[in-house]
C-alpha cells in the first residue's frame, strides 16, 4: 500500500480538494482506495459518503494524528491518502510521516498563504528525515489564475523554495461542482474540464516516481 499525506498548516489551500481527487484517480483506475479524514470538519468523510453508490468507492474513514496509527487500513487496501486539519504543526506531521510514503503541500497564490507555508516549510525543515531530503515532499499550487500577476509573482516565489513546486492547478468551477456530488475533476467530462484534468499530470507522475 502506498500512502499519501496532504497537508499544511493553511486553512483553505486546497488539501480536502487535491486528497478527494486524488483518491478519486486511485480509484478510478481500480485500485482499492482508502481516504482517512483526521480534520473534525470531515469534509473528505462527507465526500466519501456520497460517493459510496457509484461505480469507484472510495472508503472513506475518520482518522486521528497519532504516531500509533490514523486509522486501522482494511487489509488489501492498495492506495491511502490522508486529509489533515488547518494548523496542523511540525511535531505531528513527525508522527504522521512514518505512515506515509509522500508528503503533498498545496498553496494558494496570495501573500497570506505563500508566507504561512514559508513558515511552515521553516519548521518542516527541523524534521531530520525533511532536512537530508529522505522524504519526498511536492509543492502544489492550487486556485491559480495564471492570467494574474498575483498568480505568477506566486508561482516565482514558490519556485524558489527549498520543495520542488510539482504542479500548478487553476482556480476552476468543475472542483466545487464535483466536490458536491462525491466526484472529482477525473469524473467530468467536458472539452473545456480536460485542460484541468491535465494540470494533475506532473503530480501523478511525481507520485509514480516515487510508488
Ligand atoms: N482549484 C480550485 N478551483 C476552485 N475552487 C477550489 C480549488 N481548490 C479548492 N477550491 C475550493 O476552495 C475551498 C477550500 O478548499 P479545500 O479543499 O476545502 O481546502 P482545505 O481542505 O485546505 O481547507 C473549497 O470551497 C474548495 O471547493
Ligand atoms: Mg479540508
Not at 502506498?2 to 480536502?16: F, H, P
Not at 519548521?123 to 519526498?136: C, G, N, S, W
Not at 513546486?165 to 456530488?181: E, F, I, K, P, T
Amino acid at each position: 500500500m502506498r500512502t499519501i499525506l496532504v497537508a499544511s498548516s493553511k486553512g483553505g489551500c486546497g488539501k480536502t480538494t487535491i486528497a478527494t481527487n486524488l483518491a478519486a484517480f486511485y480509484a478510478d483506475a481500480g485500485k482499492e482506495t482508502v481516504l482517512v479524514d483526521c480534520d473534525r470538519q470531515a469534509s473528505s468523510l462527507h465526500w466519501a459518503q456520497k460517493r459510496v453508490d457509484q461505480s469507484h468507492p472510495v472508503l472513506g474513514m475518520a482518522g486521528r494524528i497519532s504516531a500509533r496509527g490514523v486509522a486501522k487500513i482494511p487489509e488489501g487496501c492498495k492506495r491511502c491518502v490522508i486529509d489533515t486539519p488547518a494548523g496542523i504543526r511540525a511535531s505531528e506531521i513527525a508522527e504522521l510521516l512514518p505512515q506515509a510514503h509522500v508528503l503533498v503541500i498545496p498553496v494558494m497564490p496570495s501573500i497570506i498563504d505563500l508566507e504561512a507555508t514559508e513558515h511552515f516549510l521553516a519548521e518542516l525543515q527541523t524534521l531530520p528525515e525533511i532536512k537530508r531530503r529522505k522524504f519526498p515532499v511536492a509543492i502544489v499550487a492550487n486556485r491559480l489564475k495564471p492570467w494574474t500577476n498575483a498568480s505568477q509573482a506566486a508561482v516565482e516565489r514558490m519556485a524558489a523554495w527549498p520543495v520542488p513546486l510539482v504542479a500548478q492547478l487553476r482556480d476552476s468551477q468543475g472542483y466545487v461542482l464535483m466536490a458536491g456530488l462525491g466526484r472529482s475533476i477525473f469524473d467530468y467530462h467536458s472539452e473545456h474540464v480536460r485542460s484541468h484534468q491535465d494540470d494533475w499530470t506532473p503530480l501523478l507522475k511525481w507520485l509514480k516516481k516515487h510508488d
